[in-house]
């Protein structure tokens, strides 16, 4: 090889380095992080978890599930919790069916004050079921309204529900009206949010998704609003900009969330990655009602009977 053809490679090659070396840098450096955020997502997770006093299994269930093979359901929960509280009433109810072989995710809201049968309790507002029995009454009374088993729930407080969308930079949600509502702390008109689509940090995210003065279709609305922050939290998590921010959220997780999902069922839900961008909304309707004085929504028999038999095809679940 002649003095100038060795020249020429040695150029070429240190170009390709001056290439390589920081694509191969900032692979090296993202494995690196996502091997640390795995085992802070398995520590966040194990403080976080949870079991029910039924143990790991729906009593409508005949066996175990194990949602990386078969198809399951969750229920989200958030409540209005302050330290030391152990009888807080739900303020947002959302259930969501995955199904295995069709890798769909299909979700309903139920509107907080609807009337239903608690167990032991008789008929009152679904959201009294927390109050009564915490989170474990609350499932089976929507096991009980559903007919479906319902395997796993997470738990979040209004402190994690602000931080998360906090650390994620927050999330871009259509507001359909110019309102104010009251903060966190319950201070009125604190926050005041303009018609239009709108990027909201987490006490902006936080009084959309609880108002309800102000919304003619009253929970029905607020149902709908609180699935819009849901998907739009899930899109936000899936942009490459918010893999920096994973660590922030992780941390409002272990104090703020509590849930029967262990480390090992959140690797299983990797792959609903691309149905969680179109996930299937249904909707409960009902009539306004009014019994001794007390409002209630009283869900229409046929749209519950819909609704059940749609959840229960989801899961793959024969009707009775």
């Known amino acids: ?20 070396v920081p694509i191969l840098t900032i692979i090296l450096l ?4 996502g091997v640390y955020l795995t085992f802070k997502v398995a520590d966040a997770t194990s403080e976080a978890q949870q079991e029910l006093k039924r143990g790991n299994k ?10 990386s093979k078969d198809n399951f359901s969750v229920l989200l929960v958030g409540v209005d919790e302050r330290e030391g509280e152990t009888n807080s009433r739900s303020d947002a109810l959302i259930l969501a069916t995955f199904n295995k ?17 608690i167990p032991e ?22 096991e009980e309204l559903f007919d479906i088993p319902v395997d796993y729930y997470v738990k979040l407080n209004f402190d994690a ?16 009206k110019t309102f104010s509502e009251q903060n966190s702390k319950d201070e009125q008109d604190a926050i005041t949010l303009y018609e239009g689509i709108q990027t909201l940090n987490g006490e902006e995210a936080l009084a959309f998704v ?41 941390d409002s997780i272990g104090s703020n969330l509590v849930t029967n999902l262990s480390f090992g069922n959140l690797v299983a839900l990797q ?18 009602s009014r019994i001794r004085g007390l409002y209630y929504y009283e869900l229409e028999e046929q749209s519950l009977l819909d609704i059940s038999s749609q959840l229960k095809q989801h899961l793959d679940i024969l009707e009775q």
């Open 161 to 176: 529900f602000v931080e998360i969308i906090d650390a994620l930079g927050g999330v871009t949600v259509e507001v359909p």
């Open 30 to 33: 993202v494995v690196c992080y």
């Open 58 to 67: 729906s009593e409508k269930r005949a066996v175990p599930i194990d949602p």
């Open 1 to 20: 090889m002649d003095r100038t053809t060795f020249r020429k490679q040695h150029k070429k090659g240190r170009k390709l380095l001056f290439i390589l």
């Open 121 to 142: 309790h008789d008929k009152d507002k679904i959201n009294h079921a927390h109050a009564f029995g915490g989170i474990d009454l609350t499932i089976e009374t929507v």
């Open 210 to 250: 609880r108002m309800r003065k102000d919304d003619p279709t009253g929970d029905i609305g607020r149902g709908e609003r609180q699935k819009q922050v849901i998907k739009a939290i899930i899109e936000k998590s899936a942009s490459l900009t918010s893999v920096t921010k994973y660590d922030d959220v992780i």
């Open 271 to 288: 792959s609903y990655s691309k149905a969680l961008n179109s996930i299937e909304s249904l909707k409960l309707v009902g009539n306004d």
């Open 101 to 117: 072989t069709e890798k769909t995710v299909k979700m309903v809201s139920i509107p907080r004050d609807t009337r239903v049968d």
